[in-house]
Nanobody, 116 residues
Framework: QIQLLESGGGLVQAGGSLRLSCAFS????????MGWFRQAPGKEREFVAALYWNGAGSKYADSVKGRFSISRDNAKNTVVLQMNSLKPDDTAVYYCNAKWGYYDYWGQGTQVTVSS
């Protein structure tokens, strides 16, 4: 059974930074592609960033390119989303995602609020 636990959310002023972490509990972490998604009030969940298991690199939503960075530590079974130059539009619940073939897991989410 795979479990994902996000942490690091909070309230920050525009222009500030936050670092989100996702702890992966279970086996074969290195085989999973890991990603972050977010959902703002009244909006659908949207893709933010992903890091592929096979070294194929990373991908970012256009809205966060140059400001956010995703990384993983296979020894610690964690994935981190470093968020810089935050904007009020980044306010959302951020969800960690782990995907491998048919397997697709989600965390409970962590709230990020950016004040103007």
């Amino acid at each position: 059974q795979i479990q994902l636990l996000e942490s690091g959310g909070g309230l920050v002023q525009a222009g500030g930074s936050l670092r989100l972490s996702c702890a992966f509990s279970g086996r074969a972490f290195s085989r999973y592609s890991m990603g972050w998604f977010r959902q703002a009030p009244g909006k659908e969940r949207e893709f933010v960033a992903a890091l592929y298991w096979n070294g194929a690199g990373s991908k970012y939503a256009d809205s966060v390119k140059g400001r956010f960075s995703i990384s993983r530590d296979n020894a610690k079974n964690t994935v981190v989303l470093q968020m810089n130059s935050l904007k009020p539009d980044d306010t959302a619940v951020y969800y960690c995602n782990a995907k491998w073939g048919y397997y697709d897991y989600w965390g409970q989410g962590t709230q990020v609020t950016v004040s103007s």
